[in-house]
């Protein structure tokens, strides 16, 4: 494959040479997830089993000045940032095409997870438990100023012991600024934050103030699922949520839960982004419930009471749909790459 094509615009960053992977040291095997501009495959680097994220490079110089300068935000973000309930980031190449790769977690999505749950739910403790996961991984990204956007169960994934969740898919993420203005309709309906719109018809590409606080509202709404293992907005289709909630302060209800907890959601989901907490007083608030259900004797893994939220040296998180595909019933398949036959991981350079 030829090198890519020059075009105007946004320069793809020089790559740290501490992070850029030679091609030749990357094998391809079944793709594993397809977003809109990216396919992820299940792979091998350097004998590590990773996934393989390569994007999509565009029909048109425009399309290709956008992708090149969302890769290089991307990588960048990713090299920035280390903790553990984020996908850690392994490295990436721009060469004969752009690629990221990332640890590959087995356990799926939160999604998928939860779908094989019901109509059961999680003990609350262990709900609260994956919640202060999320909290931390969210509270590491605004601490270097980083804004997610696109924050919904799709995007969280789980290790293969079922116990860890960690956030994923930094594509639509941004750094945060006072004065820059942010395109709108960002993320996905359903999850998203009322001042994400400005009109009724939700014009696309609109323009408008926003900050990290638009995090905090799918925090609450990825809690209230996690607590009802429901569809939140149940009958409604995306479009109509998200009207709901910006145009009429739908939420749902939050009436079954208990005090403490109910006061944790609706203040992350209030109107005014600046009523809503940060993730550091949201941490504290579900610790204080954890200690009023088992003051002695914590319901919840000890590794959620321990501070991992220092600003740590790069090595950081990942991707979207990094997981591999489950059967029917769940399950992932164990041994998925030791019982492939002797050739099956195609080289890099050959799927081009």
């Not at 779908?115 to 262990?126: E, F, I």
Request: charged share 25%.
């Amino acid at each position: 494959m030829s090198d890519l094509p020059h075009v105007s615009g946004p320069p793809i960053n020089i790559l740290d040479a501490k992070w850029l992977i030679d091609p030749n040291h990357l094998f391809v095997g079944p793709k594993i997830g397809e977003g809109a501009h990216a396919k992820v495959y299940e792979g091998k680097c350097k004998n590590q089993t990773v996934a393989i994220k390569m994007i999509h490079k565009g029909e048109t110089p425009e399309d290709i000045g956008k992708r090149e300068a969302q890769f290089a935000r991307e990588v960048d973000m990713l090299s920035r940032v280390q903790h553990n309930n984020l996908v850690k980031f392994i490295g990436a190449c721009k060469e004969p095409v752009m690629v990221i790769v990332t640890e590959l977690l087995w356990g799926g999505t939160l999604r998928k997870y939860l779908l094989n749950m019901r109509p059961g739910c999680l003990d609350r403790s262990v709900a609260v438990g994956f919640a202060l996961d999320i909290a931390r991984a969210m509270e590491c990204l605004h601490s270097h100023g980083i804004i997610h956007r696109d924050f919904k169960p799709e995007n969280l994934l789980m290790t293969a012991d079922y116990k860890t969740v960690k956030l994923a898919d930094f594509g639509l993420a941004r750094e945060e600024s006072l004065t820059e203005m942010m395109t709108a309709e960002t993320g996905t309906y359903r999850w998203m934050a009322p001042e994400l719109y400005s009109t009724v018809t939700l014009r696309q590409g609109e323009k408008k103030h926003y900050n990290h606080k638009v995090d905090a509202y799918s925090f609450a709404i990825v809690l209230w699922e996690l607590l009802h293992n429901k569809m939140p907005f149940e009958g409604m289709s995306n479009l109509q949520a998200a009207y709901a909630a910006a145009f009429k302060n739908v939420r749902p209800s939050a009436e079954d839960l208990p005090e403490e907890l109910a006061t944790i959601i609706t203040s992350c989901w209030q109107e005014d982004p600046n009523a809503r907490p940060n993730f550091s007083q949201i941490i504290q608030m579900l610790l204080n419930y954890l200690y009023t259900i088992s003051p002695s004797e914590p319901s919840v893994p000890p590794r959620i009471f321990t501070s991992e939220n220092a600003v740590l040296p790069p090595d950081s998180p990942g991707t979207r749909s990094l997981m591999p595909v489950r059967d029917d019933t769940g399950d992932t398949p164990k041994a998925m790459m030791e019982d492939k036959p002797k050739g099956f991981f195609l080289c890099f350079n050959q799927c081009y």
